[in-house]
């Protein structure tokens, strides 16, 4: 299991309207489950908004899990190229033995 840094969002409802807040948690992971990496663009510069305290040159990370008929995507704080090595997928050069 790898432990990352999950982005949760929270719709919030005023009387001006709905937004959505953002915080953060820690998730643990299994590698042998993980399908896909990708970068997430869409909402990062909401998330940075609502959480003030991150670098502003900070990249989120959506990671699909396989779980039975449906996935899970979890997004994360890091570069899909960090996230990949943090679980082993990416930059590991497997080769066959000759036996």
Known sequence: MVKLVE???????TSSG??????????????EHVVCIREEQRTA??????LKDL??????TKV???GGQH?????VIGE???????LGIVG????????
């Open 64 to 66: 699909h899990v396989a």
């Open 7 to 13: 982005v949760c969002a929270a719709n919030r409802y």
């Open 18 to 31: 709905n937004f959505k807040e953002y915080s953060l948690r820690e998730v643990f992971v299994n590698p």
């Open 71 to 75: 996935g899970l995507d979890i997004l």
């Open 92 to 99: 590991t050069a497997k080769t066959l033995l000759k036996g």
């Open 45 to 50: 510069n909401v998330i940075r908004e609502s």
């Open 55 to 60: 670098d502003p040159r900070t990249r989120f």
């Open 80 to 86: 899909p190229a960090s996230i990949g090595e943090k």
